[in-house]
């Protein structure tokens, strides 16, 4: 069943409130990324100086493609035309740029961290998989010992009826 478009007026509110949403996201990334690195430490490595550099460009550019694809027409009068495209569209390629948005500031608010930061992280996953998740997935139930023995028991049974029928001659 095909869902009810959604009214001009509503897609217009929602886009605006989504690019202000994620504009705000970046603006308080790059304030948030300064101010511990202004307060925090003095040296900053050349490849802190390019990741960081790569990820604003990457939130300003992402931000940039967002308002473009919200873009309101509207006519001489002031009257909207066409909203632009909704932003919230499940599964659509706003949606993927929006993630970007929000990995990328992520990214960066931990690159805040000082020290070693992603070899623990790793390291803590590897262990949470390996000790908890993975075990908990793919072991099996109690029944399943006695599951597994009556299908040995009935590939047995085929295994011996072929060879009756072979010693027969059919």
Known sequence: MKERARGQKQVL???VSTLSFYRVMTAAVALAYGF???MLFNNIALTDYVMVVL???LLL???????????V???????VLDPGCDLNI??????HVKDAIILTSTTTILACIPGPRMPAPLRAGLLLWTSVIAPWIFSGS???GGDAQALDERALK????????????Y
């Open 55 to 57: 990820c604003g460009t």
């Open 36 to 38: 511990s690195y202004w």
């Open 73 to 79: 027409k509207r006519s001489p009068t002031g009257e």
């Open 61 to 71: 550019l992402s931000n940039f493609f967002l308002s473009s694809m919200a873009q």
């Open 142 to 144: 109690e029944n399943d």
């Open 90 to 95: 499940p599964g659509g390629i706003a949606e």
């Open 13 to 15: 509110e929602e886009n």
């Open 158 to 169: 085929k295994q011996k009826k072929l060879e009756r029928r072979q010693r027969r001659g």
